[in-house]
């Protein structure tokens, strides 16, 4: 449904290419010399704890945020340089990045105008989603999950090939989180690039095929999940993926609960 | 080769699919589908109207002393309103950009066209469409309103006297001009409260401190700050000590460029 005129042509194209990133807020280092690729074909988990600097990550990605250093490509371009930036790259970085006072619809519409997409793609948007008779509702009326719902269409509105997607499952039910596994694993199998960040390990384990691990803004692995978890079972008798990813995060959680 | 040349130009900074009309689009529908869009505009209307019936409806001009006779200009008192109405689309204006970084939408817009100056330009050219075209309905209307509203006794103004139409026409254009001044500052401030209270520092609380002060200070806010200006720019017999009212208007214009230009750098600078 998404992407008839994007599985054949756009392989191998659109690499996402970060290098040497560095940004700095005041006194905290966010993102400190991270450099990765994600690859088409395949969806890449961005992993981290609270604060290791994902969605500052995604948000120089996309041009929103200048990097103090370093540079990143969208294939092999700026993000600002995109021709169809919509068609090209699609993302959702916080749950609710509309006017509360606008219908989905008319939000939906107003973001297709910019990049010369029709009426019939947002109608199709909105049925994927599964919002479509909320439509016609003002959207800061939404709950967490249907103003996600409403965040992934307008990700999906150009039909990129590119989509970024910070925290996705965050406040869907669980209908929601298998729809949207199914939908990522689908984008990549027809050869879009998909990065998609958590901080669940596990929720990784179902759909990421490739992993980025980063930790106060460094990059501590890139691998994959097969990998992660070969690496896992060598800790101890029966160890899992997790094992292997609380071993790589270790020393390096900033917020971590405790007793006292 | 002239091919070559221009492959080179585009590889160092390719030109966008989308265009200008693209991007007003957007902002079109988005000022459209927004309800307090039109909740301003037509308080706007209420205001410029409703104060123009009860200004020149309670004028009681045989009350008046010969000299007050001599200054009474009926166009200008037509436009009493536009205290009001200058802080509707002052706070519109702001709002158009404030809202944006308030909830978020501003990531999507700039996601979806990364040319910030772009999407300012753009704003710009709908919100002053719509001030523009709100404003001289308005204006013409209240003028209109503020004729029939006149005693008999009273001298009418036409259309057709010397001055009279330039007034109506700089008193609709205002509006505009304050809209854009609001949204520049919107993009500079970014947060709602902080801009609008300096928009409505500037427009109306300003001239009022000033008020108090001696004459020199007063001619140098009539030709300065934007109310006293639109005072100026709207009066038919000319106002002591004032430049004349295409000078003003041209200022007031600059003023607006000078917002967006500040605004349309500050939002090039700064992160979102
Ligand atoms: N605009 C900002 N101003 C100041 N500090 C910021 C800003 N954005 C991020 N930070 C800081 O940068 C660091 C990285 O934050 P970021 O939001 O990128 O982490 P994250 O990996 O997305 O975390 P989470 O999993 O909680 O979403 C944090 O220490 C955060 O406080
Ligand atoms: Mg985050």
Partial sequence: ?260 | MTTATTSGHRAASPAPGYGFGAVALMEWRKLRTVRSTWWMVAIFAVAMIGLAIVALSHEGYRQLSAADRAAFDPTHDCFIGLVLGQLLVGALGVLVMTTEFSSGMIRATFAAVPRRPVVLAAKAAVLGAVTLAAGEACAFAAFAAGQASLAASAPHATLGQPGVLRAVVMAGAYPALVALIGLGTGALVRHTAGAICAVVGVLFVLPLLLAPFSASVQDASQNFLPHPMANAMTAVKPLAHALSPWLIFALLCAYAAAALAAGAWALTARDT
């Fill in chain 1, 1 to 260: 449904m998404t992407g008839r005129r994007r599985s054949e042509t756009v392989v191998g194209m659109t690499m996402i290419e970060a290098r040497g990133l560095v940004k700095a807020y005041r006194s905290t280092k966010a993102v400190d010399n991270l450099s990765f690729e994600v690859r088409p074909g395949a969806v890449t988990g961005f992993l981290g704890p609270n604060g290791a600097g994902k969605s500052t990550t995604m948000r120089m990605i996309m041009g929103l945020d200048r990097p103090d250093a370093g540079q990143v490509r969208i294939g092999g371009r700026r993000y600002g340089d995109l021709r169809w930036p919509l068609r090209e790259v699609g993302a959702l970085l916080e749950a609710k990045a509309f006017h509360p006072g606008r219908t989905a619809r008319a939000h939906l519409m107003s973001l297709a105008a910019s990049n010369g997409i029709g009426r019939r793609r947002v109608e199709e948007m909105l049925a994927l989603t599964g919002i479509e008779k909320a439509a016609d509702r003002r959207a800061g009326k939404f709950s967490l999950g249907m103003s996600q719902r409403l965040g992934i269409a307008a990700a999906l509105l150009g039909d990129p090939g590119v989509l970024l997607l910070d925290e996705p499952v965050n406040g869907l039910d669980p209908e929601g989180i298998r729809w949207i596994r199914n939908l990522m694993r689908g984008l990549a199998a027809q050869g879009r690039s998909v990065l998609v960040s958590s901080h669940l390990i596990s929720e990784m384990a179902y759909t990421a095929d490739a992993l980025i691990v980063i930790g106060r803004g460094r990059l501590l692995a890139q691998t994959t999940v097969a990998q992660l978890s070969a690496h896992g079972a060598t800790l101890k008798p029966g160890g899992s993926l997790e094992e292997a990813f609380f071993q790589l995060t270790e020393g390096v959680t900033d917020y971590s609960g405790g007793l006292s």
